[in-house]
């Protein structure tokens, strides 16, 4: 066999020694241009070799698109990243593989992943405001990189026909295809229809590039972004053909090798590879293989959504009232800034009747996530709806967990990640395995609506607008269901662990389930709270509880005290104290909410529960806490002899002097302010809490 990328072959010497046979049926997809009637300029021609499709012409890469958005808080993704591209500049040529590094970039839909990788266009700029020293040679070539992307969710998916050849033939189409034309179809075609297709292997394909780009640029060292995106894809549909799944992963990490072997053989260029896609289980570097860094993209933050408002609606007469109304804030909260979501919200009101002041931002978004991710409610796509309870249980819990925690229907927890719409944080930048599930609370709505029994009721879960707004009492309605649904969520996840999956809905419907043996801490039940680290680690047992709302006011006056019974008149009739959580009647002295635990040691826990909040004064100070800690236990002091009282203080204000907190003068107290609110609530509640 010749070499295709020969310059020095004549047309008659191609004719004799690959003289195409006469063609025979197409065997190209209905639609599709093969690949001899293809043409810059859409005149016919006929081309004898792939060499002749390729080589002859100039390259086609995309140009840099405007963005709509500034590429926001993501110093963490440069701080890894740009090290160690300079060590594959420094390293080209090198033969020792772990000298050169691959980028594996995983999330939940709409993190920003494809961003990420299309920003190593602007690397010199992040480098210089990070204070990151670049070489005149590499500054140079990194100003105007090649950009290469191969896209699985595009005309880049898997072939039979292309991807049951080497590996480096494999790649080197799809880069070829990627470089040489806007239309991938037409290359992937003419290499499908041709008898050269073993010559086009990734070596002399991203040669070939480099030559090209030399006579343009005039440098001698060129960098190479290869964006390989939604590599999920491939693995997925190499599965539809029969392969398995460690076998299509292990066909997708050969591939990677194969850019790999090309970092090794030359030092004219230098490789930037980086994969991005849901899935951060698919690809396993091997100790002798080259290095992977996986780097995890966090949500952003208030100010960079608020950012991104302003981006959009810069000028708009109405665009500084919007900003600060309330029902707008909740929503841009609602998205637990994901920057699709955010983006979702934001250019929802473009589609319709523009910017206004009456728009209903939650429900636009709602409605957009639901259009955009149809299966999201789809009990199927999840796999059970315990599989879902126990989504929603960890990221209420905050629980650090790993990929590899199975769920009840025997999925791993990387596989939900995978298919896209769970966002797994790392707890530690140096720890990526070990992460924590997020859920934005417009997504954990729509979940919530799909579960047999719903983790909170969904009225309370609503959309505030200009003329129903989200308001404390609104809160304090939700605080007893959140309460129930982290003991109910402490309960999942502990029969989950045991192997006992099949009994979560049974306890979840307070039905009989044994848990004697079975024990959690306060600190668990109240996370972030502050308190002696005695109370905190005060062991109970657990089971579901319904919530009820009182029938009377139990304390008329603060002085009063509470009677003592164990049996609660509420609204829907009598139930027995250890039953439930009971919501205290609106006008209640000292109390909000009140319920019991079983302790493993000592007396019966009582728990009184006093939310506090104010629209003005936002600071509590020291002697206003002592005097509502010693207002519940006078009330309460006849129940000491029966239980052992624990008082909870949950204000969204800010306790002056937060950091000195008297635990001998209040040592019965958990308190919640809002310094601990977030790990409390979790990221999907807080702001229903702060923003009140």
């Known amino acids: 066999m010749f070499d295709v990328f020969g310059p020095s072959l004549s047309e008659e010497m191609v004719q004799v020694i690959v003289k195409l046979p006469s063609p025979g049926p197409s065997t190209v997809a209905k639609g599709k241009r093969k690949a001899e009637e293809y043409s810059e300029n859409g005149i016919q021609k006929k081309c004898k070799t792939l060499g002749d499709l390729l080589f002859n012409r100039k390259l086609s890469l995309p140009d840099q698109q405007p963005q709509r958005h500034a590429f926001r808080e993501r110093e963490e993704f440069f701080k890894t990243v740009i090290p160690s591209v300079i060590d594959n500049y420094t390293n080209r040529g090198d033969r020792d593989h772990k000298s050169h590094s691959f980028f ?91 008898d050269s297709l073993e010559e086009v292997y990734a070596k002399n394909v991203i040669q070939r590039i480099y030559e090209s780009r030399i006579k343009t640029t005039g440098r001698t060292l060129e960098a190479f972004i290869i964006h390989i995106d939604e590599y999920q894809n491939y693995i997925n549909d190499a599965q539809r053909y029969g392969i398995s799944r460690n076998d ?95 983006d979702f919200l934001l250019t929802s009101p473009t589609k319709f009747q523009g910017l206004s002041r ?26 059970s709806q315990d599989d879902v309870r126990v989504m929603i249980s960890l990221a209420l819990l905050r629980m650090q967990v790993t990929r590899r925690f199975v769920l009840p229907s025997g999925k791993e927890l990387g596989e939900l990640e995978r298919d896209g719409l769970v966002y797994l944080l790392a707890v530690d930048g140096s720890r990526q395995d070990i992460v924590v599930v997020m859920i934005p609370f417009v997504t954990l709505k729509i979940l919530n609506q799909g579960v047999g029994l719903p983790v909170i009721p969904d009225h309370l879960l609503f959309f505030p607008t200009i003329d129903n707004s989200w308001k404390w009492q609104d809160f304090e309605g939700l605080l007893g269901h959140f309460q129930k649904a982290i003991i109910d969520a402490l309960i999942t996840i502990r029969l989950s662990e045991r ?18 043996q079975e ?25 579901s509880l319904g919530v009820y709302q009182e029938k009377k006011k139990c304390i008329v006056e603060k002085t009063d005290i509470l009677p003592l019974t164990s049996v609660i008149s509420c609204k829907c009739g009598e139930h027995d104290l250890s039953k439930g959580i009971f919501h205290c009647t609106t006008g209640n002295a000292n109390l ?66 937060h950091d000195i907190l008297d635990k001998e003068k209040m040592p019965n107290l958990l308190l919640i302010d809002q310094s601990c609110i977030d790990q409390y609530l979790s990221p999907s509640f807080a702001h229903r809490g702060l923003l009140t």
Not at 153 to 174: M, P, W
Not at 595 to 614: M, Q, R, Y
């Open 104 to 194: 594996l970039v995983p999330g939940g839909s709409g993190i920003g992943k494809t961003r990420a990788a299309y920003e190593l266009n602007n690397l010199v700029p992040h480098a210089r405001n990070l204070g990151i020293k670049l070489s005149d040679d590499l500054q140079a070539a990194l100003q105007d990189p090649c950009y290469l992307k191969i896209n699985f969710n595009n005309q880049h998916f898997y072939r039979k026909e292309l991807d049951s050849n080497t590996y480096a033939v494999r790649i080197g189409v799809r880069l070829a295809a990627a470089a040489w034309s806007k239309d991938p179809e037409v290359i992937i075609t003419a290499a499908l229809e041709n």
């Open 248 to 342: 299509a992963c292990a066909d997708f990490r050969h591939m990677l090798k194969a850019i790999g072997q090309v970092m090794a053989d030359d030092n004219r260029f230098f490789i930037i590879p980086i994969c991005t896609g849901t899935s951060a289980i698919d690809i396993r570097f091997l100790p002798s293989d080259y290095t992977g860094l996986l780097v995890t993209l966090p949500p952003l933050t208030h100010e960079s959504a608020i950012q991104m408002f302003r981006d959009i609606y810069k000028g708009h007469p109405l665009s500084a009232e919007v900003e600060r109304q309330h029902h707008f804030r909740i929503a841009l909260k609602d998205t637990c800034y994901i920057p699709r979501f955010i």
């Open 358 to 383: 009456d728009i209903d931002w939650g429900n636009l978004l709602c409605d957009a996530v639901r259009k955009k991710y149809p299966h999201i409610g789809m009990q199927d796509f999840w796999g």
């Open 499 to 516: 192997g006992r999956a099949t009994e979560i809905g049974k306890a979840i419907a307070g039905e009989d389930v044994p848990l004697e």
């Open 519 to 543: 024990s959690w801490r306060l600190c668990e039940i109240f996370r972030g709270a502050r308190g002696s680290s005695t109370l905190l680690d005060r062991q109970v047992r657990l089971k």
């Open 592 to 657: 909000d909410y009140r319920w019991t635990l079983e302790s493993l040691e000592g007396k019966t826990l009582a728990i009184f529960l006093e939310a506090k909040h104010t629209s003005t004064d936002r600071v509590l100070y020291q002697v206003e806490l002592q005097q509502f800690y010693d207002g519940i236990i006078n009330s309460t002091h006849n129940h000491r002899e029966e239980y052992d009282v624990v008082v909870v203080i949950f204000t969204n204000r800010r306790i002056a002097g």
